[in-house]
């Protein structure tokens, strides 16, 4: 068994609203102890003077098989062969960035998830932890249906359109081995016939959906712009509700009641690169004022403001994986949440950690720096308690530990080539 003795670090233990000195034991792959100021060195020393000592990020809203696409429908001409590979290489940039664990909020082919989170779990792949999720599931003319009369077209999204067509997709899903199923409720600015405050999915096709997924005990995620498409995800028991750019007071009120069994995720990071970036991607400001993308911006931090004041569990996560949102810039949510909904920087941080790991369902095990936990941790240079752009930058993440494992370790500086098994 390795045994790894961090010192000398600044130590954010994931819960505390202040980092403390101290030092932190690892034994195999769990943390031994956590204790203030100076102990013993125990097995191999990490010096983490002049670093914050926290736990491994959680990615809230992540689709590591969306390629750097323009458009949806460019997934639907990638060879499932070719899309494995681009997923596999994106995972491990995720696990670069210190993210050790993902909530895959869909995957863009079925199986591609599922074949990733197995092969991460068998030590074929390197990557994080991984709940695998199904493809967006979708009604005839919602956001993920790219046909037209002419021509068929394939994307990230699933067909179902009326209760029994939707239990058959679920049900094919929960035989594929996901771990989350994902729901369209409303449409997008994107999808010229389906904006963001419609909502094509009717009461009746999402709770059998979502019946499905709970009697197999999976997770149901829903893509959910609209205020009616919020308070129908609420009514209709979806665990995890993404956007909710829209929300009125009432669908507010909704969420705020169902606190302690639900969580929401902002996926801000295309609203707000689409409106300040946009340039990159084709998105010029007219464009994105077409779009009413400008409006959406404003909603969202108006939204934000209101659900970080009620208490509402919120996860980081920006959908990432579009050419305008490139993979790898997946840590700037925690600062967005900093600057533009009011966070507190260790607000921000339980986000990107706790609270993930609560979604993820491994609270009593990872997202804290804690005697007992599962050593998923990150050594960080500078304070990240007062400043979390420094999460940011990959030279900023001196130690890349998952699962007791060196992914990159701060002796060499160097990134591991597979997960480094330490010597005994």
Known sequence: MTTFTITGAQIWDGTADAAFAGTVVVKGNTIASVTEGDTAVQGQEIDGTGMTLMPGMVEGHCHPSFTG???PAELGVVSPERHMLETAQNLRLLLSHGFTSIFE????????????????????????????GSPEVTTTAGLGDERMRHIHQESFGLIADGPDEMRRVARECVRDGVDILKINISGDEFVSHARAEITPTEPEELAAFVKVA?????????????????????RGGVDCIYHCDFADEEALDMLEEAKDRIWVGPAFGLVHNSTREGDVAGITQEVAQELNLFRKFEATCATYHEIRKRGI???????????????????????????????????ALRCATMVGQSLMGRSDDL????EGFLADLLLVRGDVTQDVSLLQHQDNLAMIMKDGQMFKDPRSGVQAPGLIRAAE
């Open 69 to 71: 696409i323009h458009e």
């Open 105 to 132: 909020a869909a995957s863009a082919k079925p199986m591609l998830g599922v074949t990733a989170r197995d092969a991460i779990n068998e030590g074929m792949l390197d990557g994080p932890r991984m709940l695998a």
């Open 214 to 234: 709970h009697t197999f005990g999976k997770k149901v995620a829903a893509h959910a712009r609209s205020s009616t498409s919020v308070k129908m995800a609420v």
């Open 313 to 347: 569990r919120v996860v980081v996560g920006g959908d990432y994986g579009f050419a305008v949102t490139p993979m790898g810039q997946n840590a700037r949510d925690i600062e967005h949440f900093v600057r533009f909904f009011g966070y507190a920087p260790t607000e």
């Open 367 to 370: 997202g804290q720096v804690k």
